[in-house]
């Protein structure tokens, strides 16, 4: 089967999602099942024409004899109707797998949950959500016991969702979320009988029974230096391709202009540190050795020197890999002209553009920006030499913080923004 998600369709980049599409379904003609994991719409805009146009694209695979499963993301949604129509929760065999579809739906009614003994720590987590009048802890509340049930009694199970974990944070992520996020009871990472396939968070990882597929396209310069891969499933395994619809990338600024070879270096340096995170190394004296963390449910150690498993006698280290790790990736390296790339710089200066970047490469990409270093608020407040105590304590001490960092940082403008910030009574 072959897994497509978080499209985020609008009119700018529509044609090259569709083209992207159409050549990979078609570099597997084998393949007969088209997984599409929402979100279809943009984060910003519900663009009519674009959804139509990847209605169209449907249609066209229908027509090739492919079986599409359309699945909801938390954008799909105007009311309470979802801008295709699907089925919400179903269990289907495909390819000889077992797959329970998950999407986020709004409309918990239609779960059909069966009455299922569960652990007393989930138990009480859904009672307790259950007296929430929070309306995504009480969907949290729904979907965990409609899970739940749905998986029990099953050895071998692909379960394919729309959520978050709660209170966990994974490989390459910066945030967590809870249960008003909508959010999964983070034990079901640790059930051995089923293996988990998500969207909804745009860069990939793996994690315990858990693989994270990303987003197809960067949807904001957020998610520079990020790899988008389309997957194949097939036997439990996975192969990664990269998708190259809008990459951006992000560099410091080094000495004489960025060259077409650093691009070149800088990108096989973003593959191999996304890559990283579906795998996780340490050395043998940071575990307790025969004790492992929830970290590593399921587990398996894979070693340098053997198959077996042990530690390696040679590099002392271990590579930890779930049951749901076989993952192969495909060297397909974005073109240049689909690269937007921000240089990191102490001074914006586009007239003297060439000492930053290469003139042969600024014409072959797609943009280009200079984008100042801003100061870190730890760095900031370690230069103003203020408290922790008085800043909590004092606003005369924010005020002087405001002042100093707008000198610090737009000290020919200071006067301009000195005004301004009178004229609110925040100076």
Known sequence: MLLIWDIHINARFQDKIIEQLDSYVHQHPDEKHIIFCGDFVYHFSYDRNALLALYHFFL?????????????????WLGNSFVFEEARTQTYNIEGQETLFLPYTIDVKNME???????????????????????????????????????????????????????????????????????????????????????????????????????????????ANQNKFLFQYKNGTLEATQSDINPYIIVEQGKGSFSEADLQEKIKTILEGNKKNFTFSRQKSEWNEGILDDWSIPAIWETVSTNEVQWSQISKTAVWRSDF?????????????????????????????????????????????????????????????????????????????????????????????EKKLKELKLL
Not at 381 to 404: G, P, Q, V, Y
């Open 60 to 76: 066209e695979l229908l027509q090739e004899g492919k079986h599409l499963y359309i699945l909801a993301g938390n954008h799909d």
């Open 113 to 223: 949950t069966k009455k299922v003994e569960l652990p007393i720590n989930i138990q009480w987590t859904i009672d307790l959500l259950r007296q929430s009048t929070n309306k995504n802890e009480l969907l949290s509340a729904a979907v965990n016991e409609y899970l739940r049930s749905a998986i029990a009694g099953k050895k071998d199970l692909l379960v394919i969702h729309h959520y978050y974990i709660n209170n966990t944070k994974f490989p390459g992520q910066k945030s967590k979320f809870n249960y008003k996020d909508v959010a999964l009871h983070e034990d079901i990472l640790k059930q051995t009988n089923i293996k988990q396939i998500s969207w909804h968070l745009h860069q990939s990882f793996a994690h315990g029974n858990y693989v994270c597929l990303g987003s197809v396209r960067s949807t904001t310069p957020l998610e």
């Open 325 to 417: 790790r076989n993952i192969t990736f495909i060297d397909n390296p974005p073109e240049l002209k689909n690269i937007s790339l921000s240089i990191k710089t102490d001074a914006i200066d586009y007239q003297n553009i060439d000492e930053y970047i290469a003139p042969e490469l600024r014409v072959q990409i797609k943009d280009i920006k200079l984008k100042k270093e801003s100061i870190e608020l730890n760095e900031l407040l370690e230069n103003f030499e203020i408290s922790a105590k008085n800043l909590s304590t004092w606003f005369a001490d924010w005020k002087d913080i405001l002042k100093s960092y707008l000198m610090k940082k737009h000290g020919d403008e200071y006067d301009k923004y």
